[in-house]
């Protein structure tokens, strides 16, 4: 071998593992949450992939009607077009009226 691929050691010619029962290629039996890492993505939170959706999908009158005074018109606009992100407790309101109304 020539070059870089050359300084590599291969395990599977060196030992073979196949009397054992096991395999190089095939690995030690991990699974994959064993092998894998998973990272959270700070943008996908629940506020943006379930209740936004379900918020641009109201109607803007029925959410007037449902949130009463907690919720100006003008914010539930805004909300609705993802200019905003509100506080816990309005995405909290947000989501109760949400579930009562049947989108989430």
């Excluded at 060196?14 to 998973?38: A, C, I």
Aim: hydrophobic share 35%.
């Amino acid at each position: 071998m020539v070059g870089k691929a050359g300084t590599r050691y291969d395990f599977r010619y060196r030992f073979p593992l196949g009397w054992l029962g096991l395999s190089v290629d095939k690995g030690m039996g991990h699974s994959e949450q064993n092998v894998y890492t998973e990272y959270a993505d700070p943008k996908r939170t629940e506020w943006i992939t379930k209740i936004q959706p379900a918020l641009k999908k109201a109607k803007l009158e029925v959410l007037v009607g449902a949130c009463g005074k907690r919720l100006c018109r003008r914010e539930i606009i805004e909300l609705q077009a993802s200019r905003k992100k509100p506080h816990r407790r309005t995405q909290q309101l947000l989501e109760s009226i949400l579930k009562r109304l049947g989108f989430l």
